[in-house]
DNA sequence: AAGGGCAACAACCGCCACCTT
DNA sequence: CAAGGTGGCGGTTGTTGCCCT
């Protein structure tokens, strides 16, 4: 794999590649309860990750439906019709392109599609075409159309999710879609007696405090102690439904009280 | 066979926009 | 209106594999 190798920051938060079991975790924990709230979500994901890695993790590789390699003569000219008009705006190109994240686009556009259209653009051979392209894009990919086609993208996300399957659908509970045309996102304040409930849940946490440490959002620890967090609250894998059902337990107490 | 250079790409980082309080 | 929290975007970096000499 071509990543950068493993290590662990001043927060003791692991950077670098993911491994198989923490892409396991964060794939079923965001199947099951979806991506709520990305700082808070590796912890009960049971991952040692900041919130901002887990959500590129997510969006770029774990995501349903998600597709590498291979780019089409379709998607190629779409990217470089859209690039030629918009520019280096890789989110919404990557809204055109389904299944195809704006990072992976942007990685293929420097390493593929700019040197090719350099080429095109300097060879002579080139120079009708060049021009057929530019009067073309006015027809198909002209900027009016390009606004139009980034706006209909909207629901993209939506149709992500409508297509997903959720391994444990019949568990359905506030914070799994009760049927696929649920929309997996779930908004912070929906989940803010997430904590109190898991604390009182067997006092597992013993103290979550507001005043954790001013540093930096994403990769700071949420919780005041993080190893109480791993070693005690999130057990390892083999713990798994554990957590599970921990979670399922602040299901059924929100269902009962906050509905 | 060795090693230097380049290509590919996963992942990190900083910044900004939007939303909530 | 201001400040803080959060999500998202785009630029860049770092590592590994491959190719060429």
Redesign the pocket.
């Known amino acids: 794999?071509?990543?950068?190798?493993p290590c662990v920051?001043k927060n003791g938060l692991?950077?670098?590649?993911?491994s198989k079991e923490e892409d396991d975790k964060l794939r079923a924990y965001i199947s099951r309860y979806g991506?709520?709230?990305?700082?808070?979500?590796p912890k009960f994901a049971g991952v040692s990750?900041?919130?901002?890695?887990c959500?590129?993790?997510w969006?770029?590789?774990l995501r349903p439906n998600i597709k590498?390699?291979n780019f089409t003569k379709e998607e190629e000219d779409l990217i470089i019709i859209m690039h030629n008009k918009i520019?280096?705006?890789?989110?919404?190109?990557?809204?055109e392109l389904p299944g195809r994240s704006?990072?992976?686009i942007?990685?293929?556009w420097?390493?593929?599609l700019k040197?090719r259209v350099k080429s095109d653009q300097t060879d002579p051979k080139n120079m009708h075409r060049e021009t057929k392209n530019q009067t073309e894009s006015s027809d198909i990919g002209g900027h009016d159309e390009v606004e139009a086609l980034c706006a209909s993208s909207s629901s993209l996300?939506l149709s992500f999710t409508n297509t997903h399957e959720y391994p444990n659908e019949t568990n359905s509970s506030p914070l799994t879609p009760s049927s696929s045309s649920a929309s997996v996102e779930l908004?912070?304040?929906k989940f803010m007696v997430h904590d109190s409930l898991i604390m009182s849940s067997g006092d597992l946490i013993q103290t979550y405090s507001d005043e954790y440490d001013?540093g930096?959002?994403?990769?700071d620890p949420f919780f005041e102690d993080l190893d109480v967090v791993n070693n005690v609250f999130m057990a390892p894998s083999d713990s798994d439904e554990f957590i599970w059902s921990t979670m399922d337990l602040y299901s059924e107490y929100h269902s009962q009280f906050m509905m």
């Open positions: 794999m071509m990543a950068r190798t920051d692991r950077k670098g590649p993911w991506h709520w709230n990305w700082r808070e979500l990750r900041c919130g901002k890695s959500r590129l993790r969006m770029n590789y590498h390699g520019g280096n705006k890789w989110a919404k190109i990557a809204a704006d990072n992976e942007k990685n293929y420097h390493t593929h040197k996300e908004t912070s304040s001013d930096n959002f994403w990769t």
